[in-house]
């Protein structure tokens, strides 16, 4: 899976999860300013990642996913 | 009129009791309900329970799950989506008592109590949540007005039931902002086989403490799930509701 492929995954599940249309979801986008996640949200959108990419995001990696792109490149590193 | 038509419920504990009398009545309701039981020796109740929701036109479907165990928990959520589609209220009723003094009671009856009461009902709604937080769901978790009062010989059962007290209010907290609501209900001195198995002369004594000068039944308990799980609570969150005649 490429990072475009991942991103596309991405946008969907952000979109599901916190109501934002998926074309206003970038790589530059951050969960919590720009997107209105709160902590929940977080925490549900990285729940459905380690669902949906079949990864295990450790609780202590969480603060490492602030950016649509930050998530984007843990998964990648996880699934390689 | 209380209204549940279209709904899905997972009542634990559900084999007979309060928790038969709360699915049935959310069945009359208009809900299709799943039962769970605990183990096989419950497997010929909870077909009567089965039978009961199935004479009034609704879908049901035994599960049985030991709440103890999270993976039990986790396997039964499955199966009700599996079957459903879909949760939207999740009752957690499964409970059991190992009275003695304290002076008396062992650490295994502190543990059997407080891994099915308590910890039961962190591993059904920990479970449950995601498929909850999809249909904005109703967590009503049965209490007793023992975990409000104390009781003699009831320690560890009074503990398991003011954690869910606890627990009630902090899941009402960390979760509305998704919609889903949770409420305990505490019942009091309620005819089931728990209390049946109690000595004549405690439950004689237990009446004349009874303001209404009676016991409460499981469909006075039923009835109160009914408003929490229904439309007419959706405001309530993180509430207590005795209903216990008056007794505490």
């Not at chain 1, 952000?14 to 951050?30: N, Q």
Request: aromatic residues 4%.
């Amino acid at each position: 899976m490429n990072d475009t492929e991942i991103l596309e995954q991405m946008k969907s599940i952000v979109s599901a999860k916190l109501g934002v249309e998926a074309s206003k979801v970038s790589m530059d986008s951050r969960f919590m300013e720009d997107l209105g996640a709160d902590s929940l949200g977080l925490v549900d959108i990285t729940m459905e990642l380690e669902e949906k990419f079949g990864v295990s995001i450790p609780d202590e990696d969480l603060p490492k996913i602030t950016t649509v792109g930050s998530a984007v490149n843990y998964v990648k590193s996880k699934m390689s | 009129m209380v209204e549940l038509v279209g709904k899905v419920a997972l009542v634990t504990g559900a084999s007979r009791g309060i928790g038969r009398e709360i699915a049935i009545a959310i069945a009359k309701a208009g809900a299709d309900v799943a039962i769970n039981y605990p183990f096989e020796a419950e497997f010929e109740n909870a077909k009567e329970t089965l039978h009961q929701i199935e004479v009034l036109g609704r879908k049901g479907l035994i599960v049985e799950a030991d709440v103890s165990n999270l993976a039990s928990c986790e396997e039964m959520v499955k199966k009700v989506s599996l079957a459903f589609g879909r949760l939207e209220i999740l009752v957690n009723n499964a409970g059991i008592t190992a009275d003695n003094l304290l002076l008396r009671m062992k650490e295994s009856d502190w543990d059997k109590v407080l891994s099915i009461n308590l910890k039961g009902t962190f591993n059904c709604t920990k479970a449950a949540l995601r498929t909850l937080m999809d249909t904005k769901g109703k967590i009503i978790n049965i209490s007793s007005v023992i975990g409000i009062m104390g009781n003699v010989g009831q320690a560890n059962y009074a503990a398991s039931k003011a954690g869910i007290i606890a627990f009630t209010k902090s899941v009402a907290k960390e979760m509305g902002s998704r919609g889903i609501t949770c409420n305990a209900i505490a019942p009091g001195f309620i005819e089931t086989p728990m209390t049946q198995a109690l000595p004549e002369q405690v439950r004689a004594e237990y009446l004349s403490r009874i303001p209404l000068k009676k016991f409460g039944t499981p469909e006075d308990v039923a009835n109160a799930v009914l408003f929490l799980a229904s439309s007419l609570g959706n405001y309530i969150n993180g509430a207590v509701i005795i209903v216990d005649g008056g007794l505490s």
